[in-house]
Each structure stands twice: as structure tokens, then as C-alpha cells.
């Protein structure tokens, strides 16, 4: 099983990105939690928002309340992060991680790649 992040690119101030976090590579997957981080140059790595399944309970970081969602898609195993008004401040390498029970390897923490999220003034 594997997460695989998508969806950063560059942006102006102001604008929406959508991120996507697949889980993948077993035949039947349940997402119990997945959690969005950043992490900016010379920054530790933070929390950005996550969810828990199947609760659906949210929490998002002070800094990006009210401007960005986290939802899933459970047909899709996928877990989107819906990015608006963005501000400079919010470039960074954006990663999801979280626990994602399969058939082959049971209840388990995983890591995705990292997508880059450039916000310009």
C-alpha cells in the first residue's frame, strides 16, 4: 500500500489548489486517518489539517481555518485537500500521512511523497 500526494504547482496570491492523497496498491483499502503536513524551507514540519474516518471528524491548523477543507472520496480512497485564498505564506512541500487498513498488510502508518505548493505575492 502506498499514498501518493498530487496536485501542487504555483499560484498566485489569492488563488485555490486542490490537493489529492490516493491510497493504493492493495484490492481492498479502508482509510481510518489522513493527515495533511507542509513543511517550509528552514521550518519544521507541521500539521496542516486532518481526518479521522469513519467519525469524519476535522481539525485544521489555526493558520488555514476557514480558507482550506479536508474531505474524502471513500470510492476513490482518496483524501483531498481544497487549498483557497492562498497566501505566500503558505508555500511549502505538502505531505499526507496516515493510517490505512488493507487486506495484505492490516492496520498500518504510511507516508506520501511530498507535492510542492509555490504561492507567489
Known amino acids: 500500500v502506498q499514498l501518493q500526494a498530487s496536485g501542487g504547482g504555483l499560484v498566485q496570491a489569492g488563488g485555490s489548489l486542490r490537493l489529492s492523497c490516493i491510497a493504493s496498491?492493495?484490492?481492498?483499502?479502508?482509510?481510518?486517518?489522513i493527515g495533511w503536513y507542509r513543511q517550509a524551507p528552514g521550518k519544521q514540519r507541521e500539521l496542516v489539517a486532518d481526518l479521522r474516518k469513519p467519525s469524519g471528524t476535522t481539525n485544521y491548523a489555526d493558520s488555514v481555518k476557514g480558507r482550506f477543507t479536508i474531505s474524502s472520496d471513500s470510492t476513490k480512497n482518496t483524501v483531498s485537500l481544497q487549498m483557497n485564498s492562498l497566501k505566500p505564506e503558505d508555500t511549502a512541500v505538502y505531505y499526507c500521512?496516515?493510517?490505512?487498513?488493507?487486506?495484505?498488510?492490516?492496520?498500518?502508518?504510511?507516508w506520501g511523497q511530498g507535492t510542492l505548493v509555490t504561492v507567489s505575492s
Open positions: 496498491g492493495s484490492s481492498f483499502i479502508v482509510i481510518n486517518h
Open positions: 500521512s496516515g493510517n490505512v487498513w488493507s487486506m495484505s498488510q492490516g492496520s498500518t502508518d504510511y
